[in-house]
């Protein structure tokens, strides 16, 4: 019997939020879908098979920028920048080709956490 691999990938990237209804609501908007779990302790996002948490616990983790930042796939990475900037985003790094076709940008949601995009047809889109 063969033992699974002991990474089995990415799973959760979790957001320190200080409103979390109000975070809920924004997270929503972006993403297009209610939250799959959704407790006063935690706020869960299924998006292509990951997990976008908000956590309103901030006794260990501040929001903002500083730690990892999450890319979420998207099909155009400019429509995606100007439409969060419409939701509210604050700009962090406009889109930028990084090579091979693949396009990068960064925005500050806002509750001050980075919120990164790419474009990378080279990647499957899963949500299709």
């Known amino acids: 019997m063969t033992k699974p691999p002991p990474i089995l990938g990415l799973r959760t990237t979790l957001y ?6 109000k975070a809920k609501a924004w ?9 799959y779990f959704d407790e006063p302790f935690y706020v869960g996002f299924n998006v292509g098979g990951f997990e976008l948490g908000l ?7 501040k929001p903002g920028a500083g730690g990892p930042v ?8 400019d429509q995606a920048w100007e439409r969060l900037m419409k939701l509210g985003a ?20 806002p509750f ?5 995009l ?4 080279h990647f499957p889109n899963t949500a299709a």
């Open 70 to 77: 999450p890319y979420w796939g998207v099909e155009n990475a």
């Open 90 to 109: 604050e700009p962090a790094s406009p889109v930028k080709d990084v090579g091979g076709g693949i396009r990068v940008a960064t925005v500050k949601d």
């Open 27 to 35: 997270y929503s908007q972006v993403l297009g879908t209610a939250p």
């Open 112 to 116: 001050g956490n980075v919120f990164g």
């Open 55 to 61: 956590d309103p616990d901030t006794s260990a983790a």
């Open 16 to 21: 320190p939020v200080t409103d979390l209804a």
């Open 118 to 121: 790419i474009e990378n047809p």
